[in-house]
């Protein structure tokens, strides 16, 4: 049906009314953070804003020095912004690159603009595969069906027809037509998945949920410790020393801080995105890389992701009359709701004589579509399953041996008069239509890699399962030998259990639907697996909005990439490794960093606790910490949290760094106390530099131990790191200038060789701990 209303749309003028106005559908969502939230993320923080305080208490004591650490403050901060905001302008330029578009009608010609710059009263044209972007009335509809299942949970396709209201957010799954844009921006549903979607997000995942949970942890240990080790030195200094009481506090403190560990947390996931931004793969949500890597089953669908997705024609098979079915076909070609085998029908068959009066749409649900002629009759294009259920023929029995062969095979029937719902009656099979599709240079390489590496595999297609079937063989799929492996969806059970019983099973299957789709991702989400789901068409956009993580092709529909949170910019199948791969590096990475910064944060509570204990003083200054904390964390850190890493993930992350952390922080923590204790009996007279040269040396010995048992496997740049650290170490302590007036360090012979020999001691140990920890890891 078409309203005369829905042809013309608004003029330049009109536009330019509404735009002025405000009326836009804009909704003010950024891509990213601004450059503003940026910087005040990374400097408003609560462990900046303690450790400023602390830096304060420290030149309230006249004593510099000691405050250095406000350094890493700067460091941090400028660091962090900096590789923010590099990272947000190559993701905001992909991101734009990658937004999905609208076609509105002004001035009476269809032109494609940025959802953002629809305005009220728009008149905007619909296709299938296309996402709503705003709310109104449809004004022309041509066998139009829309998913609302985003907005109501219901997942059959609703019809809509002239007058009835369309909404932001749900996808044409069928059909053509046009409405009127009334409510745009913050008035309607204001292209909630599409602006959601490209939000700057930091979603659930094991690396945040277990850092989050540290940090916590921390700041209400250092709440109750506080005030007792202030107290403690306070009563150790007699009220004469209150300087040495508040910098011992400070140096407490400060060591309990993890201010680095949430930036290299951010600053992996930035760089890892920024990565795969350079390899075509656009992350939509940051830790999105990390959750590819933790997926241990992947369900693929065939076509873009295993083929090109680009079909050609490749031949005819005609039981008589082939004039006439050659004309069926061009009217075929030429209806307005055009899909990919239209496309490929149309560069065959030219517009013919015929004139079409009517039809239904095709729909990923049905698997067929139709015209209807003035005096031809009707006929149905589709799947021979699906427009003949159970039927034979010579015409369909063919159908079968070409589907064995990894064809697409389509059927054309043709029937005196239109259905009155669904098929018409009386059809009558009179052609294939034989489609060859591409099969990726690069997908059984790909697939062989996700084999290698424990991933499950499932692919899930609407086409034909022999068909399917055949392309799984020629790929090279893991224990699948025959295309006849591949199983029918349309005999799937509906219980999950039941399903999933199935899947564990069975990893080809054809003629599915896009509910099944669904339904086969929770099925095995209910079994525990993380599943990640490739798609790019509208039909699996929902399947990719339930998967732990949707991968979209760039080349895919518009809905599909919108609520995925990987988009293969140039629809390469093959990108998923270089995913993969980040994300491990990522997981690893950061475990080996968060271990270095909680063994300081648990060695420096274990110091407080003993000298509140103890009643004697801090043996570390603040400027001594500062020192370690670099030499031995932060710059270690920050470049093992970029290096490579192949190691596959293991599950656990929170508590397999507490197991290697704490034993080793109580450990580092009790060698330092006996070293300071060792040298307050050998030289009871020094003064409270002593003991902090040999805790410092026993510190950092231990520490460099610690770093060098999770840098392993050794490689060169590992070795050139660990051995220019320990130079910088000795360098400090050798020079007489740097190490008493800078680090407030008295070095001696004999204070060195016992804070060595202490320290050494401490490595033992933490090596012990470390291949009782380590070993199941490693061997994984």
């Known amino acids: 049906m078409l309203d005369m209303r829905a042809t013309a749309g608004l003029t330049a003028a009109q536009v330019a009314a509404r735009v002025a106005a405000g009326r836009t559908n804009a909704t003010g969502a950024r891509t990213s953070r601004s450059t503003a939230q940026i910087v005040r993320a990374n400097v408003v923080t609560p462990f900046n804003g303690l450790l400023l305080a602390l830096f304060v208490v420290i030149l309230f004591t006249g004593r510099w020095q000691n405050g250095l650490f406000g350094l890493v403050i700067v460091a941090n901060t400028a660091i962090g912004v900096f590789q923010e905001v590099r990272a947000k302008r190559t993701l905001d330029r992909l991101a734009v690159l990658n937004a999905p578009r609208a076609r509105v009608v002004r001035d009476g010609r269809v032109e494609e603009v940025a959802v953002a710059d629809v305005v009220a009263d728009d008149l905007v044209e619909l296709r299938s595969g296309d996402q709503v972007v705003a709310d109104g009335p449809v004004l022309s509809a041509a066998g139009l069906e829309v998913d609302e299942s985003l907005l109501t949970g219901e997942s059959d396709p609703v019809a809509k027809d002239v007058g009835d209201e369309v909404r932001s957010g749900s ?73 040495d009481a508040l910098t011992g506090a400070v140096a407490a403190l400060v060591g309990m801080v993890p201010e680095g560990l949430v930036l290299l947390t951010s600053l992996a996931f930035m760089v890892a995105a920024v990565t795969l931004a350079r390899r ?34 490749d031949r005819l098979v005609v039981d008589g009359g082939e004039d006439e079915v050659r004309e069926a076909l061009a009217l075929c ?4 709701d055009a899909n990919a085998t239209a496309g490929a029908l149309a560069a065959e068959f030219t517009s013919g004589t015929w004139t079409r009066t009517g039809g239904v749409p095709f729909s990923s649900a049905r698997k067929w579509s139709s015209v209807d002629t003035a005096d031809r009759g009707t006929w149905v294009l589709g799947a021979p399953e699906m427009v003949f259920p159970g039927g034979s023929g010579a015409l369909l ?36 239509v034989v489609l060859a599709e591409r099969v990726r240079d690069d997908a059984a390489d790909t697939l062989r890699y996700f084999a290698e590496q424990g991933v499950a595999l499932r692919v899930i297609s609407g086409d034909n399962p022999r068909t399917v079937g055949a392309v799984a063989v020629s790929v090279g799929l893991p224990g699948i030998t025959s295309a006849d492996q591949a199983v029918d969806a349309r005999t799937l059970p509906e219980d999950p259990d039941a399903l999933a019983d199935v899947l564990e099973r069975s990893a080809v299957y054809g003629r599915v639907t ?35 993580i949707g991968v979209a092709m760039g080349n895919g529909a518009a809905a599909t990439r919108a609520v995925a949170q990987l988009v293969l910019l140039d629809g390469r199948f093959a990108h998923l490794p270089d995913v993969v791969a980040e994300g491990r590096r990522v997981i690893a990475n950061i475990e080996r960093a968060a271990n270095l910064f909680l063994v300081k944060n648990v ?37 093992l949290a970029l290096g490579p890493n192949r190691r596959r993930y293991v599950p656990g992350f929170l508590g397999r760094v507490l197991r290697l952390a704490v034993p080793t922080g109580v450990v580092i923590g009790l060698a330092a106390f006996a070293g300071d204790m060792v040298v307050r009996g050998l030289e009871p007279d020094a003064g409270p530099r002593a003991g902090q040269t040999v805790a410092t ?7 460099l131990w610690t770093l060098s048992l999770l840098a392993r496997p050794f490689d060169r740049w590992k070795t050139a790191l660990l051995v220019g650290l320990a130079g910088v170490v000795a360098l400090v302590l050798a020079v007489p200038l740097v190490a008493e007036k800078v680090f407030l360090l008295a070095v001696t012979p004999q204070r060195l060789l016992v804070g060595v020999l202490v320290g050494l001691v401490a490595g033992v140990l933490v090596e012990l701990v470390g291949r009782v920890v380590l070993r199941p890891v490693r061997a994984a």
């Not at 921390?218 to 202030?230: D, F, H, R, T």
């Not at 040396?697 to 520490?703: C, G, K, M, N, Y």
């Open 697 to 703: 040396v026993v510190v950092v010995v231990a520490s």
């Open 280 to 313: 075509q793969t656009l992350v939509q949500e940051l830790p999105a890389v990390e959750v590819l890597a933790r997926v241990d089953v992947v369900c693929l669908d065939k076509t873009g992701t295993l083929t090109h997705g680009d079909i050609v024609f």
């Open 333 to 336: 070609a030429s209806a307005p």
């Open 397 to 432: 029995d063919q159908a079968a041996g070409i589907a064995a062969q990894g064809r697409r095979v389509l059927v054309l029937a043709s029937a005196p008069a239109p259905g009155a719902d669904g098929l018409p009656a009386g059809l009558a099979a009179r052609a294939l």
């Open 171 to 243: 996808i044409v799954v069928a059909g053509t037509g046009r409405f009127t844009a009334t409510g745009v921006g913050a008035e309607a549903y204001a292209t909630r998945l599409t602006a959601e979607a490209r939000r700057f997000t930091v979603v659930r995942s094991e690396l945040v949920t277990g850092t989050n949970r540290l940090l916590r942890w921390i700041s209400l240990l250092m709440l109750v410790v506080g005030p007792l080790l202030l107290w403690s030195q306070l009563r150790v200094s007699g009220g004469g020393g209150w300087q």
């Open 603 to 639: 060695y420096s509570l274990v110091l407080a606790l003993v000298v509140v204990a103890t009643s004697v003083s801090y043996p570390l200054a603040p400027i001594q910490l500062t020192m370690i904390s670099t030499v031995t964390i932060g710059v270690p850190g920050f470049v």
């Open 514 to 548: 896009p509910q099944q789709k669904r339904a086969i991702v929770g099925a095995l989400q209910r079994r525990g697996h993380v599943v990640a789901m490739t798609g790019d068409g509208v039909n699996d956009a929902m399947a990719l909005k339930d998967a732990d």
